[in-house]
């Protein structure tokens, strides 16, 4: 009877043992399947870092874009006199100028200094221009003597539907990367009254 239970405990032992054994082993499967599930999702995380980063650009690009937009929709405004001046003009396209200050005008001096905002020359690092969108155009288009369309376009950094504006077409490559907003000033007849 003493050598049964003597067996019955070492067959016991070494079932255990055994066991043991396997049980390590899907100890091991279970943190390299944990391990697997860990590293897709840093590299989730990672993808998702990069799209808030360049959603972020994009978001500041337009906010560069609506505020140039008002700044020269507030000049045509203030210059009602010679609104017309300022139609038909690309301004992305305008060679770079020492001095707006020495222009005759009033409409081409702010022309010339919406030109030198669009390339971004309020913010230099390091002798670059680095104010505003990428490739920024300007454009002023005359719907009559009286009502005017103010757009900016500029280059995106991810694809996405093509706008309406005519601003800035065909100067991106691809269309889907043009970016533009557009407003329509209306100059009132001050002495029509």
Same mark, same amino acid.
């Given at each position: 009877?003493?050598?049964r239970?003597?067996?019955?405990?070492?067959?016991?032992?070494?079932?255990?043992?055994?066991?043991?054994?396997?049980?390590?082993?899907?100890?091991?499967?279970?943190?390299?399947?944990?391990?697997?599930?860990?590293?897709?999702?840093?590299?989730?995380?990672?993808?998702?870092?990069?799209r808030?980063?360049a959603?972020?650009?994009?978001s500041?690009?337009?906010?560069? %874009?609506?505020?140039l937009l008002? /700044?020269? &929709? !507030? @000049?045509?405004?203030a210059?009602?006199a010679?609104?017309? $001046?300022y139609?038909g003009?690309d301004?992305?396209?305008l060679?770079?100028?020492?001095?707006?200050?020495?222009?005759?005008?009033? %409409?081409?001096?702010?022309?010339? /200094?919406? &030109? !030198? @905002?669009?390339?971004?020359?309020t913010?230099?690092?390091? $002798?670059?221009?680095?104010?505003?969108?990428?490739?920024?155009?300007?454009?002023?288009?005359?719907?009559?003597?009286?009502?005017?369309?103010?757009?900016?376009?500029?280059?995106?950094e991810?694809?996405?539907?093509?706008?309406?504006s005519?601003?800035?077409r065909?100067?991106?490559g691809s269309?889907?990367?043009?970016?533009?907003?557009?407003t329509?000033?209306?100059?009132?007849?001050?002495?029509?009254?």
């Open positions: 009877m003493r050598h239970s003597e067996l019955a405990r070492r067959t016991h032992s070494a079932n255990r043992a055994a066991a043991d054994r396997r049980q390590g082993g899907f100890a091991l499967i279970e943190i390299l399947v944990s391990l697997l599930v860990a590293a897709f999702g840093v590299v989730a995380l990672a993808g998702l870092q990069t808030a980063a959603m972020e650009l994009e500041n690009q337009r906010a560069q %874009a609506l505020v008002q /700044d020269m &929709s !507030e @000049r045509i405004v210059n009602r010679q609104a017309a $001046s139609a003009v301004l992305g396209l060679p770079a100028t020492q001095s707006c200050a020495s222009l005759p005008t009033l %409409a081409e001096q702010d022309v010339c /200094d919406w &030109s !030198e @905002r669009l390339r971004g020359a913010v230099v690092r390091s $002798s670059r221009n680095v104010g505003a969108m990428i490739g920024a155009r300007g454009c002023v288009t005359a719907l009559s003597p009286s009502q005017y369309v103010v757009s900016i376009a500029w280059q995106a991810m694809p996405s539907s093509t706008p309406a005519a601003c800035g065909g100067a991106f269309e889907t990367l043009r970016r533009a907003v557009s329509v000033i209306q100059i009132a007849d001050l002495e029509a009254a």
